[in-house]
């Protein structure tokens, strides 16, 4: 590793040595070689673009997707001494005037650009007359025509090669599995040999996916776990995010909504909100998020199924970005694989597409019904390994298997003699023997599978179809009116009649009692827990100062780390991990002045 590299960490970022892939990512990209980089959110990808790009003579170029993340970013490179700029179309003429002077001076290390923005003839053009010192495409994936966070104009990201044959390029991103990796490859002109896989495991965050029993008390619970901490809550319509904000401030919480059907004002004053405190809760549809690079996210619930798992890993990976222990929770139900089934179905998109978007749903619901542990499967979609993590619900309380076979058939049987045309709550009824009205009007009180599966409860029953479903041996009326039909696979089951294991469901209580014991709490001890606070406190008022996100002036994990080492002077201080030279000049003696008035 080169002397400059570890003096930039030192010196700007506070930090004496480098993790994981860093240090090779990071002297390969000094060398000048390009270089593409998958690393988990939080294992410190900013840092193998950011280094280099001030090592190096020159201009680093980011290419980022939204004002947000650069406005952030942006903000703790200013606070770490380091000379960051954004380009974008919100600037006044002025200070756009005043950036390309500086530009042009040599006075920005780092300038933060859109790709829309960057693309204009008139920036490009103006690029070119510029020593850069590397081009780094953040959240690389988006250029991925069947990813999830697909922008046209990251596919004509590749005008740059042309544009700047001898300029390095580096191309990040948290999420891609093998497809989208090749795909960025190719596309950017990165060499296999240039690829950097860090893996794509957070080991401190938990996962656990629940059946929806009663979404709002389960969303109450997760909340008394993380009372005083920030968090996303993810729904899947505007409607039901604003219902949910609104629903938890008559609860006595701060709770914001983000969806794309607010004025945008009203969007951008809840996500500066949201990364200005420190106990806001975002309510939010899948628009929010990308953009937040806020790290002390302690928790990610989803109240309806994600699209994907790589929408799901993206999705939860605001959570715990600082490293220390977050919570995912997701809940889900038969009516979210009948409402994301239908989104394919009804969807313009060309039938190969659609054959994609069939598999990453199965892959999804596979990952909600392993009986194994969640984060092996998680890991095992994008090609990664791991032993089971101890730190998800299976792991915690692994689930009770049966022999389901008998179960399945008789539910088959009923679809098929109820007519194949009738929902989950109508078929469990007529196995259970519940003469409803309705039942009784179609004359079904009166089939041969009336009452045959009185062995397993309503719950049991419930769970045993939407097990079929995501076995795909039941199929669901995409029309909206929710009718069950035995899929191909089914009737190939029935004839076959091959051992079928299920999963047990868990009695809410018992499964809810597991995710509390789980949820770990950033690890202050009881006796720093006052210096704790009033570190914490004064970071606020520092913030509140500036119009900055407490979290750009130190993170919590330093704040621990303050509050465990109690520092004395200057030197003391400067020997704690994010302490670096500028945040140490600009906040030692405020924060010095907190730790001695508790000693």
């Known amino acids: 590793m080169t002397a400059d590299a570890l003096d930039i960490l030192k010196s700007v970022y506070g930090y004496d040595a480098f993790r994981g892939l860093q240090a090779r990512i990071i002297d390969h990209a000094i060398g000048g070689s390009n270089a593409f980089v998958l690393m988990p959110t939080g294992g410190g990808k900013s840092l193998c673009y950011q280094i280099p790009a001030i090592a190096r003579p020159g201009m680093g170029l980011v290419v980022s997707p939204l004002l947000a993340l650069m406005a952030d970013q942006v903000a703790a490179l200013r606070q770490a001494g380091v000379r960051a700029a954004a380009l974008n179309s919100d600037l006044p003429a002025d200070e756009r005037s005043a950036l390309w002077r500086d530009i042009r001076e040599g006075a920005v290390d780092l300038l933060y650009v859109a790709p829309e923005t960057l693309l204009r003839p008139e920036v490009l053009g103006r690029l070119e007359g510029v020593r850069l010192s590397l081009i780094a495409i953040d959240e690389a994936h988006c250029l991925s025509q069947w990813g999830h966070d697909f922008r046209p104009a990251y596919r004509q990201l590749d005008a740059l090669v042309r544009q700047f044959p001898g300029t390095p390029r580096m191309a990040l991103t948290a999420t891609a599995d093998e497809p989208t990796r090749a795909e960025i490859l190719a596309h950017l002109e990165i060499a296999e040999a240039d690829a950097f896989i860090a893996g794509f495991d957070r080991p401190n965050i938990r996962y656990a996916i629940e059946e929806k029993d009663n979404p709002r008390a389960q969303l109450k619970d997760l909340l008394k776990r993380h009372a005083g901490e920030s968090g996303i809550v993810y729904c899947l319509s505007k409607r039901k995010t604003d219902e949910t904000a609104a ?152 689930p009770k298997l049966f022999d389901g076979t008998i179960a399945a058939q008789k539910a088959l049987s009923c679809i098929y003699r109820t007519g194949e045309r009738f929902g989950q709550a109508y078929v469990v009824d007529v196995l259970l023997g519940v003469a409803t009205d309705r039942i009784v009007q179609f004359g079904h009180d009166g089939c041969s599978t009336f009452g045959i599966g009185t062995e397993h409860d309503k719950r049991t029953w419930r769970a045993i179809l939407r097990q079929l479903i995501a076995l795909r041996l039941v199929d669901v009326d995409l029309a909206g009116h929710g009718g069950l039909s035995i899929a191909p696979a089914g009737r190939a089951f029935l004839r076959d009649k091959p051992t079928l294991m299920l999963r047990v469901p868990a009695p809410p209580r018992a499964r809810r009692r597991g995710a509390v014991t789980g949820a770990a709490r950033p690890a202050v001890s009881e006796g720093d827990q006052t210096l704790f606070e009033a570190l914490r406190k004064k970071r606020m008022d520092i913030a509140r100062t500036q119009n900055v996100p407490p979290y750009v002036i130190f993170h919590d994990k330093t704040l621990i780390e303050l509050a465990a080492a109690r520092p004395a002077s200057r030197a003391e201080m400067a020997s704690v991990p994010g302490v670096g030279e500028a945040k140490l000049d600009r906040y030692g003696p405020a924060f010095l002045t907190v730790i001695a008035e508790h000693a």
């Open 247 to 398: 629903w938890l401030r008559d609860q006595g919480h701060d709770a914001l909504a983000y969806h794309a059907g607010m004025d945008k004002a009203a969007r951008e004053a809840n996500q500066a909100r949201f990364q200005h405190g420190e106990a806001v809760v975002m309510v939010a549809t899948i628009a929010f998020g990308m953009g937040i690079d806020k790290p002390d996210v302690r928790f990610v619930a989803h109240l309806d199924l994600p699209g994907s798992i790589e929408a799901y890993y993206q999705e939860t990976g605001r959570a715990g970005r600082d490293g220390l222990p977050a919570e995912a929770l997701m809940l889900y139900g038969y009516e979210d694989i009948a409402l994301r089934s239908r989104f394919i179905e009804e969807s313009d998109a060309p039938d190969a597409r659609k054959r994609v978007e069939r598999g990453k749903l199965d892959a999804l619901l596979g990952l909600a019904e392993t009986a194994g542990c969640r984060r092996q499967a998680l890991l095992a979609y994008f090609g990664d390994t791991g032993a089971p993590c101890g730190n998800c619900d299976t792991c915690a309380e692994p």
